[in-house]
């Protein structure tokens, strides 16, 4: 399938939360960013890092997969494609392994060829493969960044999936310039498990921006409980219901809980809730904007199996939103001092008893402790900081290039 594009040249004008102006002595960038799906966190991620490096004066475009997303990234897209003067080109990309990789990566190489990048900068493991793997020509030598999104270094250690894809990720690690991880824990797990590399490596935390820390208001009637997120077992929606279970079967306590979004499980969850009784206090709704959702229940929960640094938390910690939720991945580092009240994964019975205490917890208490989580994150995990962050890493990487080649 050929590949769609849109193009439009003219130059943005600059957000509220734009970043500093681009020094005078400073290089234009012409960045490609390139990634495989157009949902989640990694969507957003890119999403904002583009339009800020757009608003700083910097040609941007987009490169990702045209078969997933739906109407409302066909809407985001649209409606960024003017700021952007590089274009959006989307084409098929499978999540998996597949001989159509090899069209992308035609696809990809022929639009480097067109466009002349800076840099290319691949997101989450495919995008990361086709941004390093891309032939770009002898003339052209742009920066190669990969920012992994948790995705292959997810797997469980040990399997065989897990020794494949960190056996891939150390073949590429040659043909990667800068790594821009997410957060720590990504930063480790490649230490671990790829091994030490002479390539440029910064940790650049997602951000989020200053709107974003108003209050949520919270709604007339509130349910007790809501989860956000991808409908699938690794998120660990199936633990959170065995919860529920418990704390009617054990405390007869019947909890309410709005389950916000869609994916491949989502049949089977629905069975589940069903199986355990709890079609009464369980309602499911497709995805939706996350301040709305949040502000029709009293607490989320992030009942996770592995994540890396995952926008939920960050959105809802923010606004100040009381939240129950499993140490694994990045969140620690955005719960900072109240990292101790997470939970372990997997554990139906002390989730019980997290949700419960919150649930029960003083409100004047319970909202004091949301208030200083919001408070950390608003030091931590600025949007323009990443956004800046992430251009120096650039340079950085080129200056250190064309040191070892000169």
């Known amino acids: 399938m050929a590949a769609s594009q849109l193009r439009l040249a003219a130059d943005p004008a600059p957000p509220d939360d734009a970043p500093a102006s681009r020094p005078a002595d400073a290089p234009r960038e012409r960045i490609l960013h390139v990634f495989r799906a157009p949902v989640g966190g990694l969507f957003r991620h890119v999403l904002d890092v583009a339009r800020l490096q757009a608003a700083a004066g910097h040609a941007v475009g ?19 494609a003017p700021h952007l003067s590089l274009g959006i080109t989307r084409l098929p990309m499978r999540r998996n392994p ?17 466009t002349g990048p800076t840099v290319l900068h691949g997101h989450g ?3 990361g493969l086709f941004a390093r793997l891309a032939p770009t020509g002898k003339r ?10 948790g995705g292959s270094f997810n797997y469980r250690p040990g399997t065989p999936l897990h020794r494949l894809y960190m056996r891939a990720e ?3 690690t040659h043909r990667t310039d800068v790594f821009l991880f997410e957060s720590e824990y990504i930063a480790g797990r490649y230490r671990a498990y790829v091994g ?19 209050p949520i208001m919270p709604a007339a009637d509130p349910l007790d409980l809501v989860y956000i997120g991808e409908l699938r077992e690794a998120k660990g929606v199936p633990v959170l219901f065995e919860a529920l279970a418990r704390l009617r079967r054990e405390h007869g306590r019947r909890l309410t809980l709005l389950v916000v979004g869609s994916g491949p499980d989502e049949a089977a969850l629905r069975e589940r809730v069903a199986a355990l009784g709890l079609a009464q206090d369980v309602q499911f709704e497709p995805p939706q904007p996350i301040r709305a959702a949040l502000s029709r229940a009293t607490v989320m929960v992030v009942p996770s199996l592995a994540e890396s640094l995952p926008y939920v938390i960050l959105e809802a910690a923010a606004g100040a939103q009381p939240l129950v939720s499993t140490d694994v991945g990045g969140i620690p580092e955005i719960f900072g001092p109240a990292a101790p009240a997470l939970v372990p994964p997997r554990d139906a019975a002390v989730l019980a008893a997290a949700i419960l205490r919150k649930v029960d917890q003083d409100p004047a208490e319970r909202r004091g402790e949301a208030a200083a989580l919001s408070a950390f994150v608003r030091c ?19 200056d250190k290039r064309d040191r070892a080649r000169g």
């Open 98 to 114: 597949h001989p159509s990789d090899l069209a992308a990566l035609s696809a990809l190489s022929a639009l480097v060829s067109r």
């Open 140 to 149: 052209a030598r742009p920066v190669r960044a990969y920012t992994p999104h």
């Open 196 to 214: 030490p590399t002479d390539r440029l490596t910064r940790v650049v935390h997602n951000g989020i921006g200053a709107e974003e820390f108003a």
């Open 62 to 80: 987009l490169f990702c997969d045209a078969s997933t997303g739906g109407a409302r990234a066909e809407a985001t897209l649209a409606e960024l």
């Open 380 to 398: 931590r995990f600025s949007m323009t900081k990443m956004a800046e962050d992430g251009l120096a890493g650039y340079a950085a990487a080129r």
């Open 170 to 172: 150390g073949l590429l």
């Open 125 to 127: 493991s495919k995008g």
